[in-house]
């Protein structure tokens, strides 16, 4: 029903704003689509660098035949695989795998000229050495690529942060709607129905964004509490109305230290005035519900969530070591937890896990069963924390052929501790079965994680968020002096603002209401 609502809006405004190119081709057929990006969420405050040999890189046929993508072979055009580069969050990415990356998305995109549609699945908090607005870079060059006729529509993490080149330069955007993250499928779904869509009536939509400035970490933001609850909870019933083609409302990325990161309202569609009105209620909204956002689970410092965890009769206790949370941008090699447990004497505990190449070496030079002294932690960023020395007894390895995909399960005084070659969050059951770990049998579980994927909240009993140090530190408002940060909340708390809207530069623009659509 909304899809047919949608059609008869969409013909009719194709009428008023038809594209530049109406006499190419026929509808629903001689399309030509493509699609690809890259993917990362950096924190400026991490030391380390997301070099080339920490991005996945898929290319033409592999990346077409990632699952993650088989709904778009429903659509009545082939998407074209281009490439797509994604890479675990961490620190700024190294300036010359990103040129590098973008040279041979560019290329490849060249090659697949001319194109009708293009479908870019980003994160939108990628942060490279020496660019400011990342995204931004990445979709003004793709742009001038494809031209100016073809329609761009890019998905975006609700972490992601918007800017005026990534808006002037797409069509339409679509974000995730959940935190955490389970409908990524939809997200995907949404942009590309409204490309298509677009494609089929010839008809280029108009996008309206309300940047917010307010930024709040993810764990003050998840869906699952309020004010985020409802917040999001506006967006399907939004979406319904005829006219509109996605609303979508970022969170952002708090520990980007750019003049882009803000939260944002964005609304795609045809009724100019209809989707002003959408953002700036909810940009409204969210400001005025600024103060609600609080942590949804109990939090405390890294002792106080340990002592909790014993005094409680139940288990298994989680424990997210929240400040190096590695799908946040933490790096991921702190061995604090570790430390702690130790000097509380915690028995049944299992940490889930530190990235250590060198120890994760060692154990597997020594064996099953073996006993060695080891350094554990900081190898990374051996700025950042301080390494703990322990007399280790090698429980597990896994048996792989790659060095770099090594992961061993060790036993130091009471305490079972997952050490891998590389940086990986461990979120799901299957992550600790692979390893022969069944969390549920242990006391303590101690993650390295912000909020809970589903499956680990479902077995916390329950779950304490340590507020620890580390590259995403969930205390923000004592983060390092910012340099480029516009004024926002909760930085600046006394801040008085009002909504306004942003109309795209590729929407098309009534001639004689222009001024009441920026209505600032
Ligand atoms: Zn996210």
Known sequence: MRRRTFLKDAARAALAFPLARSGVAGLLHGKRVAFGGIQIECSTYSRIRARMEDFIVQRGEDLARDPFFAPLKAYPYPFLPVLLATAVPGGPVDRQAYEELKLEFLHRLKALLPLDGLFLPLHGAMYVEGIQDAEGDWISATREVVGKDCLITASFDLHGNLSRRVIDNVDMLSAYRTAPHIDREETLRRACDMLVHCLNLQVRPTMIWAPIPVLMPGERSSTLYEPAKRLWAQ??????????LDASLLVGYVWADEPRATASAVLTGTKPDLLRHDALALAQQYWDARKEFKFGVPTGTLSECIDQAQRLGTKPVVISDSGDNPTGGGTGDRAEVLAELLRHNVQNAVIAGIADRPATEACYRAGVGATLPLSIGGTLDPQ????????????FLSSTDNPA????????????????????PFHEIRDFSSLRLDPANFKIVVVKAGYLVPEIAKIANPNLMALTDGAINQDIEHLPK????????????????????????????PRRSKRSIHGE
């Open 384 to 395: 950042g924390s301080q390494p703990v020395s322990v007399t280790a007894k090698v429980i």
């Open 235 to 244: 967006l399907p019933g939004m979406n319904a109305e005829p006219g509109v």
């Open 482 to 509: 910012s340099r480029y940060r516009v004024p926002s909340y909760p930085f600046d708390p006394d801040l008085q603002w009002k909504p306004f809207a942003i109309v795209s530069a590729r929407s098309p623009q």
């Open 405 to 424: 995909e090594r992961e061993t399960v060790i036993e130091v005084r009471g305490v079972t501790v997952v050490l891998t070659a590389r940086r990986r």
